[in-house]
């Protein structure tokens, strides 16, 4: 997900609510994510929230960290609290992975967690709908106690977390279609490890608590599906609501400081932070590299933007192409009119859920270059909204951005699409079926029991 701000709530008014489905009026949602607006699952359920309450739906959002002036949020606990939590799920962690500092944070166990149910607009509530709780959130004895109290729960999938162990992305592993254990992320992995103890609770979980569990790309779904844990579960997909109206492909003015003189072609990359392993950077430079070598007047022609915290200082010192880094950008604004000014936004990530970047780049009117084995294919239609790359290969990533110099795709065609597939009110809508969905089942069943 890119590392944008998140955007403001416009005011809706009465007359402008659309009519909610009878068994919906009245009853009160709660988004639960980690944060409001650090990370790419806070900008999305954000946008969710915006755009549940512009469809008229009594909708909060209650996180572990807030960020944002919001008055829809709220966080949970005292801030003492908050950092116990954490701490002391990390702490579990640190051991379990042979202190491997790179490992602390690509797994969670939910054991030590703050839960919610204790919260005032969580007690109202009659749907809440998780999305990214770990790191001191929300643990399964909170979803119990969420069950407990009579929520209908939805638990909205970023990652594979709810159907591994305690990793949140499995890479090559295996385990989780039969029975987590033996992982790879745990310095001493043996069938009866960490990660097969949490797969049982999950396991257990599941079989007692009714969760209807939503993925955001239909590749997710796929691995949902044949998983141990997910596979006889209620899933399915919804994608991320996307504020496309937002986005532009004509700038309205021009930002001096970010033109490139001589340069008629402008490529960007973007990442929370450039250089994280996942980020796939060294795909995209080796590609670069290879245009410059072989296509010079094209290299001549095209300058990139990188945008997104960087760890390593000379991450980017072999690029021969002509380059700049702009660090992370949190101004919305900026990061709109850099996408409308370039003709290509590339991703070369090992994997990702639903990239944000490229849906962004494609509403500012931005032709995608990526990789395709995983949720960018939700985004991109091969040769028609985009190029999707043979997985790890350079070569085929520098014939994809040639391509997109090349093509002669308008930029409105690429904003329509977005429209068709993303849009803020569609994605509501799915949300608001689900959610009248859920609320007919409990009818039906009071009806049952009379």
């Known amino acids: 997900m890119s590392p944008t701000a998140h955007e403001t709530t416009s005011p809706v008014t009465a007359q402008e609510l659309p009519a909610l489905p009878d068994n919906l009026k009245g009853k009160k949602v709660v988004l639960v994510n980690h944060s409001d607006t650090l990370g790419g699952a806070a900008v999305v359920t954000f946008r969710l929230l915006q755009a549940l309450i512009q469809a008229g739906v009594d909708a909060r959002m209650v996180v572990y960290a807030k960020t944002s002036r919001e008055d829809q949020v709220d966080d949970v606990g005292t801030r003492f609290l908050r950092g116990v939590s954490f701490i002391a799920e990390r702490l579990m962690i640190l051991p379990a992975v042979g202190f491997n500092y790179s490992k602390v944070f690509k797994v969670s166990t939910g054991s030590f967690a703050l839960n919610i149910h204790h919260h005032p607009w969580v007690k109202e509530a009659d749907i809440v709908c998780l999305n990214w709780i770990n790191q001191g959130l929300l643990g399964m004895r909170g979803i119990r106690k969420l069950h407990k109290l009579g929520k209908k729960i939805v638990w909205t999938q970023h990652d594979m977390w709810a159907m591994t162990g305690i990793c949140h992305h499995a890479y090559e592993c295996e385990n989780y279609l039969k029975e987590c254990g033996n992982c790879p992320f745990l310095s001493n992995g043996y069938s009866n490890d960490l990660s097969h103890r949490i797969w049982k609770k999950k396991r257990k979980l599941y079989t007692e608590v009714p969760i209807k569990f939503v993925t955001v790309s239909s590749w997710l779904e796929k691995l949902a599906r044949k998983s141990s844990l997910l596979h006889d ?212 069943n009071k009806t049952n029991e009379k």
């Not at 973007?270 to 080796?286: E, Q, S, V």
């Not at 996408?339 to 990239?355: A, G, N, W």
């Not at 790359?389 to 040639?402: E, N, S, T, V, W």
């Open 233 to 444: 579960q209620d899933v399915r997909t919804i994608y991320n609501a996307f504020p496309v109206d937002q986005f532009y492909v004509t700038p309205p003015h021009t930002l001096p400081k970010y033109e490139t003189p001589g340069k008629k072609n402008l490529i960007l990359f973007g990442a929370a932070r450039l250089d994280d392993p996942i980020k796939g950077l060294d795909y995209t430079i080796d590609a670069l590299n290879y245009i410059f070598d072989n296509n010079p007047e094209v290299a001549l022609n095209t300058c990139v933007f990188f945008f997104g915290s960087i760890k390593n200082p000379k991450a980017l010192d072999r690029l021969r192409f002509s380059h700049r880094n702009l660090g992370l950008i949190t101004d919305f604004k900026t990061l709109r009119y850099l996408y409308s000014i370039s003709k290509v936004v590339i991703s070369t990530s090992l994997y990702e859920i639903l990239q944000g970047t490229l849906i962004e780049g494609q509403a500012g009117g931005a032709l995608p270059v990526t990789f395709g084995i995983d949720g960018r294919a939700d985004v991109v239609e091969h040769l028609k909204t985009g190029y999707i790359a043979r997985y790890k290969d350079p070569k085929d990533i520098a014939a994809g951005i040639m391509w997109a110099l090349k093509s002669d795709i308008t930029r409105e065609s690429l904003h329509e699409a977005v429209r068709d597939k993303f849009a803020s009110a569609a994605i509501a809508e799915q949300y608001i079926e689900l959610f009248s969905e859920m609320m007919d089942g409990d009818d039906k």
